[in-house]
């Protein structure tokens, strides 16, 4: 199975049932794609995916997510959020951000954890889908400010892998633990370092997937 890899404590979010891990088990093994690490025993953390180079990046990580029967809130920005992908968004863990402003967010968000029993915040720390040599800071304050974890999670295009790294507790020096995290980014293949385009354009793999969903298209919402 594309998932087996991978470990889940039961401390973590849950959220799913045996039809929508299937539909992401069959959607990361059509793709060829596989997880790969072990989650940490604890039930709030900040998970940041990297590197977001490609709009693949979030069909893969959310066919990881059901497979995973894992419940992972993530930012969008508050445009997105009108009917009918409002709908998908909020039942898929969104969370409408106002871009356009601070607006106070790494509070909100550090309350958002003191409130909950148990979340995991997944976060792209580029904050783009083009290259970049600086990261935003947000991921490392909201951590910091919420005194969890952090989990760094590398898609590797070039092992079709979901690498689950590392946790670290945040201790204030954001400098150097920002420079050791790049570095563990560094030793994965982003979508642009190497010439997916044929693996992901086929229109075999294409017409799976979209028997996959059809099948499913009843079930998706379930859970």
Do not use: C
């Not at 294409?206 to 298209?217: G, S």
């Amino acid at each position: 199975m594309a998932h087996r890899d991978a470990s889940l404590p039961t401390e973590l979010p849950r959220r799913g049932n045996a039809l929508t891990a299937w539909l992401g088990r069959s959607v990361l093994g059509l793709l060829g794609w596989r997880v790969t690490g072990r989650f940490p025993e604890i039930s709030k953390l900040v998970v940041i995916l990297a590197p977001h180079t490609s709009a693949w990046d979030f069909v893969i990580g959310l066919a990881a997510k059901l497979a995973l029967r894992l419940e992972a809130a993530y930012l969008a920005k508050d445009s997105l959020f009108v009917w009918p992908l409002s709908v998908l968004l909020r039942r898929t863990g969104g969370i409408p951000v106002d871009r356009s402003g601070p607006h106070n967010l790494v509070d909100r968000l550090a309350a958002h954890f003191a409130e909950r029993d148990r979340l995991l915040l997944a976060l792209a720390p580029e904050g783009t889908r083009r290259r970049v040599d600086r990261w935003k800071s947000g991921f490392y304050r909201i951590a910091e400010a919420a005194r969890v974890p952090i989990v760094p999670v590398a898609l590797d295009y070039g092992r079709k892998a979901v690498v689950v790294g590392t946790p670290f507790t945040p201790t204030g020096d954001g400098g150097r633990e920002t420079a050791a995290l790049r570095a563990f980014f560094d030793r994965q293949s982003a979508a642009y370092d190497i010439d997916s385009s044929a693996a992901m354009s086929d229109a075999r793999v294409w017409t799976d997937i979209a028997q996959v969903l059809f099948m499913a298209k009843e079930f998706i919402f379930i859970g």
